[in-house]
T-cell receptor, first 113, second 118 residues
């Protein structure tokens, strides 16, 4: 069975500061890993994904994540936070093509001026 | 990314009535669609997997007689909340995943439907 944990339900950073959102997963098979962002009352938008290629994945809006198998982690980072980054972020794991996703509980990112 | 639409985007209904939510895949034919429910300040929880031409697969604890899913075509899946009650008020989101070889391995999400049951 798959599962995802996200440490910190709420993270606050100052504008221009480093963003680090944590994600740890468990999976019985090599996982596919995803980060999605959700703005209020909207669906989910894919930020980036890991599908067994390069372990450092770059996504949209300056975000990137690194897959670390030994740590079963897929933390999301961005060097400099913008006010527009304030949203809910979800990490998700899938066991294969076309399989359902299991989402983490989410982390709400606040960006302070 | 692929476009997935949902209709309606927001619905308010009286307790005891039924509500139908449509999910359309506009960019590719989807043999499988997923339905999720999201309560305020919570994550997405998979409700069911909708399979074109066959019965949906429901997750444990989801009442199949209450949440009727019909996937009659390769581009449309519907979720009907029957005899809705206030505890069914939630944000319902569908997603589609392209068939193997026809697109990237990811899920494309609809914009969601907010259901409020009075």
């Amino acid at each position: 069975a798959q599962s995802v944990t996200q440490l910190g339900s709420h993270v606050s950073v100052s504008e221009g500061a480093l963003v680090l959102l944590r994600c740890n997963y468990s999976s019985s098979v090599p996982p596919y890993l995803f980060w999605y962002v959700q703005y209020p009352n909207q669906g989910l938008q894919l930020l980036l994904k890991y599908t067994s290629a390069a372990t450092l994945v770059k996504g949209i809006n300056g975000f990137e994540a690194e897959f670390k198998k030994s740590e079963t982690s897929f933390h999301l980072t961005k060097p400099s936070a913008h006010m527009s980054d304030a949203a809910e972020y979800f990490c998700a794991v899938s066991e294969g093509y076309g399989q359902n996703f299991v989402f983490g509980p989410g982390t709400r990112l606040s960006v302070l001026p | 990314g692929a476009v997935v639409s949902q209709h309606p985007s927001w619905v308010i209904c009286k307790s005891g009535t039924s509500v139908k939510i449509e999910c359309r895949s506009l960019d590719f034919q989807a043999t499988t669609m997923f339905w999720y429910r999201q309560f305020p300040k919570q994550s997405l929880m998979l409700m069911a997997t909708s399979n074109e031409g066959s019965k949906a697969t429901y997750e444990q604890g989801v009442e199949k007689d209450k949440f009727l899913i019909n996937h009659a075509s390769l581009t449309l899946s519907t979720l009907t909340v029957t005899s809705a009650h206030p505890e069914d008020s939630s944000f319902y989101i569908c997603s589609v995943s392209p068939p193997a070889g026809q697109g990237p391995n990811e899920q494309f999400f609809g914009p969601g439907t907010r259901l409020t049951v009075l």
